[in-house]
């Protein structure tokens, strides 16, 4: 069964970074590589909202609340996806889920990695 795994999540002071890691190592590498990814988010008492995506070809999309601050990459030899965070803000306080796509639906998701921004 595919898994994605999180990791990275964690307690951070405003203006911090963290940088959220996720793995896949079920997926069979050419599925990975041909495959688009995300990130998305949801804080408390909010609805889940995409953060950031990276196509297979590495079009990249962000949310208007992340830009400038945030970045994802992908390493495909490694089955990992990452999300580097900056500028934090007590906004960004949220659990945090990489996803892959098929068929342009977020299909897999991990079990998410939580991030807290405060004093």
């Known amino acids: 069964q595919e898994q994605l795994v999180e990791s990275g999540g964690g307690f951070v002071q405003p203006g911090g970074s963290l940088k959220l890691s996720c793995k896949s190592p079920?997926?069979?590498?050419?599925?990975?590589?041909?495959?688009?990814l995300g990130w998305f988010r949801q804080g408390p008492g909010e609805e889940r909202e995409l953060v950031a995506r990276i196509t297979s070809g590495g079009i990249i999309d962000y949310a208007d609340s992340v830009k400038g601050r945030f970045t994802i990459s992908k390493d495909n030899s490694k089955r990992m996806v990452y999300l580097q965070m900056g500028n934090l803000k007590s906004a960004d306080t949220a659990v945090y889920y990489c996803?892959?796509?098929?068929?342009?639906?977020?299909?897999?998701w991990g079990q998410g990695t939580r991030v807290t921004v405060g004093e």
């Open positions: 079920r997926t069979i590498l050419s599925v990975f590589t041909s495959s688009d």
């Open positions: 996803t892959r796509e098929e068929s342009g639906v977020p299909m897999y």
